[in-house]
């Protein structure tokens, strides 16, 4: 453990209801001066002991011999704003490669502070912070001045047609996801994206909003089917009836559960997007993934959430947000 006080945060990312605390998803944001400040396992220790679906770690390097630019080498007087730092995310079971809420929780966490330093910054329309991670490389969020919104840019996960639905263990998972709740009869599409370890099973179209919602998973069944190992997560996903962003009518909905990486539902999962945009955008746009096309989608957990979701690239996904800081304290040895 560090030898001075910590500085710890909780904040709600992805939030509804104009930037309410107590919507979208919870993470914990760690900030050190250094990563090797605080070992591995302590993080794994701090992650199981905060008991939020992740909590990042966010320093100014990685090491002591080396240095990215703070903030004290932001020019005021500069039209961009650019803060670079090191990011790792911790569920309490493992070190995941990415997570989206607890990028934007710490991007809150570091404008916020930023702010309280430099107040003349707030004048910006834009500041840009650079996250470099162990496993995705550099991941860029853009805060906006004027609508507080925090947007993401990380790379897409394809996601392809499973053509297993006559396997066993295909039909198992599905059973332990929406059973009994929903009948076979109503998925409409199963995907799996292999870069991201995800099972996608879109609800047919004529279904609502109150059947993803009254899905109930048998965890502990999802657990012990065979082929899931070394998956990450389910997702459930419905189409919207009248997706209009202007509206704040969601173009699609979705749920997730992550049982066998410790969290059963993850109440609001930025990374899961990168699977969902892709695959919402061909199906809205003809089969054309068009690029500059915001599509709101909202997370149907009992928190909610909302992400305004476009594909900027053909590799690369922007996920927007709000996000509210709810605690602040130190972790102590």
């Not at 007087?77 to 730092?85: E, F, G, P, S, Y």
């Not at 710490?106 to 329309?125: D, Q, R, Y």
């Not at 109503?186 to 870069?195: A, L």
């Given at each position: 453990?560090?030898?001075?006080?910590?500085?710890?945060?909780?904040?709600?990312?992805?939030?509804?209801?104009?930037?309410?605390?107590?919507?979208?998803?919870?993470?914990?944001?760690?900030?050190?001066?250094?990563?090797?400040?605080?070992?591995?396992?302590?993080?794994?220790?701090?992650?199981?002991?905060?008991?939020?679906?992740?909590?990042?770690?966010?320093?100014?390097?990685?090491?002591?011999?080396?240095?990215?630019?703070?903030?004290?080498?932001?020019?005021?007087?500069?039209?961009?704003?650019?803060?670079?730092?090191?990011l790792?995310?911790?569920?309490?079971?493992?070190?995941?490669?990415?997570?989206?809420?607890?990028?934007?929780a710490?991007?809150?966490?570091?404008?916020?502070?930023?702010?309280?330093?430099?107040?003349?910054?707030?004048?910006?329309?834009?500041?840009?912070?650079?996250?470099?991670s162990?496993?995705?490389?550099?991941?860029?969020?853009?805060?906006?001045?004027?609508?507080?919104?925090?947007?993401?840019?990380?790379?897409?996960?394809?996601?392809?047609?499973?053509?297993?639905?006559?396997?066993?263990?295909?039909?198992?998972?599905?059973?332990?996801?929406?059973?009994?709740?929903?009948?076979?009869?109503?998925?409409?599409d199963?995907?799996?994206?292999?870069?991201?370890?995800?099972?996608?099973?879109?609800?047919?179209?004529?279904?609502?909003?109150?059947?993803?919602?009254?899905?109930?998973?048998?965890f502990?069944?999802?657990?012990?089917?065979?082929?899931?190992?070394?998956?990450?997560?389910?997702?459930?996903?419905?189409?919207?009836?009248?997706?209009?962003?202007e509206?704040?009518?969601?173009?699609?909905?979705?749920?997730?559960?992550?049982?066998?990486?410790?969290?059963?539902?993850?109440?609001?999962?930025?990374?899961?997007?990168?699977?969902?945009?892709?695959?919402?955008?061909?199906?809205?746009?003809?089969?054309?993934?068009?690029?500059?096309?915001?599509?709101?989608?909202?997370?149907?957990?009992?928190?909610?959430?909302?992400l305004?979701?476009?594909?900027?690239?053909?590799?690369?996904?922007?996920?927007?947000?709000?996000?509210?800081?709810?605690?602040?304290?130190?972790?102590?040895?």
């Amino acid at each position: 453990m560090a030898s001075s006080p910590v500085p710890i945060y909780f904040v709600d990312a992805f939030t509804t209801n104009g930037n309410s605390a107590f919507t979208g998803n919870a993470a914990a944001v760690v900030i050190l001066e250094f990563d090797e400040d605080i070992s591995d396992d302590i993080k794994q220790k701090i992650s199981n002991e905060t008991n939020l679906s992740d909590t990042a770690f966010v320093s100014n390097s990685w090491q002591r011999e080396e240095k990215l630019t703070s903030t004290d080498d932001i020019d005021p007087n500069k039209d961009l704003a650019v803060i670079r730092r090191t990011l790792r995310w911790f569920t309490p079971l493992y070190e995941v490669p990415l997570c989206g809420h607890a990028t934007v929780a710490s991007a809150k966490v570091l404008i916020e502070n930023l702010f309280t330093e430099n107040p003349e910054l707030k004048e910006k329309e834009e500041i840009v912070i650079e996250f470099e991670s162990r496993f995705r490389g550099v991941l860029g969020a853009v805060y906006n001045c004027r609508s507080e919104r925090i947007t993401l840019n990380f790379p897409i996960n394809i996601c392809l047609p499973l053509y297993a639905e006559g396997e066993l263990w295909v039909r198992q998972l599905i059973e332990a996801t929406v059973f009994p709740e929903l009948t076979t009869d109503c998925i409409q599409d199963i995907q799996y994206s292999p870069s991201a370890k995800i099972i996608l099973l879109r609800l047919c179209d004529h279904l609502s909003q109150n059947d993803l919602k009254r899905i109930n998973p048998d965890f502990r069944k999802m657990k012990t089917i065979e082929n899931c190992e070394e998956m990450i997560g389910v997702l459930v996903t419905l189409k919207g009836k009248n997706g209009n962003v202007e509206k704040e009518s969601p173009h699609f909905y979705s749920r997730f559960f992550a049982p066998w990486y410790g969290v059963n539902e993850d109440p609001v999962c930025g990374s899961a997007h990168t699977v969902l945009t892709p695959y919402w955008a061909k199906e809205y746009f003809s089969g054309q993934a068009v690029l500059g096309e915001t599509l709101l989608a909202k997370q149907h957990s009992e928190r909610g959430g909302n992400l305004y979701c476009t594909l900027v690239a053909s590799d690369r996904v922007a996920i927007g947000g709000e996000a509210k800081i709810v605690i602040k304290g130190e972790l102590v040895q």
